[in-house]
């Protein structure tokens, strides 16, 4: 079984540039995380869908960043224009059943590691 | 405001000694702490969920255990393949699926 996918895995843009972040969860996967590292940093939630519908949106830092999950299979995450600050790396989670998404037995994908100049 | 703090920062072991890693949370209202571990380049991978006071977990050299203040990963006789970050994170009754993760710790094991 595929794990969850994440591209690029690595992008340098400048400043000011915008950048488009891809997540596939595991097939049949409603849940779906958004979570970013910053250098030095915890690990920290951006937000939550369930299928298409955002359910939890409230650790998104600023209307920079726009996630999109059309469909209910993959997500992206946009962010325009990028900040130095916004350097990271973002990862994206999945989880099917509702009650181990309580759990917190979140399935992890090796992150997409971004690199603002 | 939900925090998680883990010591230490990082640990280095012999092959076969056992230690002790921490996590100290403050939550209002646990639903569940986890453990995780992370490879280097890697996402984090599910190790353990604990719900309450007084509750254990063990997988292999592995054991998690948790009190109403702190959880515990306990690692006997590691292996150099042990050596990872582990994290801590915690579920609030009041934060829907939302994780709150400590910083890790970063286990290195020497053969």
């Known amino acids: 079984e595929a794990g969850v996918t994440q591209f690029p895995s690595h992008s340098v843009i400048e400043k000011g540039q915008t950048v488009t972040l891809r997540c596939d969860p595991i097939?049949?996967?409603?849940?779906l995380y958004w979570y970013r590292r910053v250098m030095g940093k915890e690990i920290k939630f951006l937000l939550h869908?369930?299928?298409?519908?955002?359910?939890?949106e409230s650790g998104m830092p600023n209307n920079r960043f726009l996630a999109e999950r059309t469909g209910g299979t993959y997500s992206t995450l946009k962010v325009q224009p990028a900040e130095l600050e916004d350097s990271g790396v973002y990862f994206c989670a999945s989880s099917q059943d509702g009650l181990r998404e309580m759990l917190g037995e979140l399935f992890f994908g090796e992150g997409s590691r971004l690199t603002v100049l | 405001e939900d925090q998680v703090t883990q010591s230490p920062e990082a640990l280095r072991l012999q092959e076969g000694e056992s230690s002790s890693l921490n996590c100290s949370y403050t939550?209002?209202?646990?639903?569940?702490l986890f453990w995780y571990r992370q490879d280097p380049g890697k996402g984090p991978e599910f190790l353990f969920t604990l719900y309450s006071a007084g509750e254990e977990k063990e997988k292999e050299r592995l054991k998690a255990t948790l009190t109403k203040k702190e959880s515990f990963l306990h690692i006997t006789a590691p292996k150099p393949e042990d050596s990872a970050t582990y994290l801590c994170a915690v579920q609030a009754l009041t934060s829907g699926s939302r994780l709150t993760f400590g910083e890790g710790t970063q286990l290195t094991v020497n053969p």
């Open positions: 939550v209002s209202g646990l639903r569940g």
């Open positions: 097939s049949g996967h409603d849940n």
């Open positions: 869908f369930v299928k298409e519908s955002k359910q939890d």
